[in-house]
């Protein structure tokens, strides 16, 4: 007898096996699988849900940001965007239409 050929025997008989068991073990496994599955949900929504508000501060944060930048430097209601560098030496005073 071939090595390969009780290989062959021995996988349909595992094969055999399996499709009988599976109507008796499938459904206490999904009875698992299925609550297992929605607590993994459930957390993938949460983790995600706390990623959008860590966002949105961060977001917040950089307008304020940007916002504080943008009044020292001068804007002004026409558009225009000067920048004042006070030397010691001198005052140098730059502005340009945007």
């Given at each position: 007898m071939n090595m390969l050929s009780g290989q062959v025997v021995w996988g349909?008989?595992?094969?055999?096996?399996?499709?009988?068991a599976a109507p008796t073990v499938l459904p206490s496994v999904a009875s698992v699988a299925r609550p297992v599955a929605k607590?993994?949900?459930k957390q993938g929504i949460l983790l995600y849900k706390r990623g959008e508000r860590v966002a949105t501060n961060?977001?917040?944060?950089?307008?304020?940001?940007v916002d504080e930048a943008l009044?020292?430097?001068?804007?002004d209601a026409?558009?225009?965007?000067?920048?004042?560098?006070e030397d010691p030496?001198?005052?140098?005073?730059e502005c340009s239409q945007s």
């Amino acid at each position: 007898m071939n090595m390969l050929s009780g290989q062959v025997v021995w996988g349909g008989v595992a094969l055999g096996l399996s499709a009988i068991a599976a109507p008796t073990v499938l459904p206490s496994v999904a009875s698992v699988a299925r609550p297992v599955a929605k607590t993994i949900m459930k957390q993938g929504i949460l983790l995600y849900k706390r990623g959008e508000r860590v966002a949105t501060n961060v977001k917040e944060g950089w307008a304020s940001i940007v916002d504080e930048a943008l009044s020292e430097l001068g804007e002004d209601a026409a558009g225009k965007q000067c920048l004042t560098v006070e030397d010691p030496a001198q005052q140098i005073s730059e502005c340009s239409q945007s």
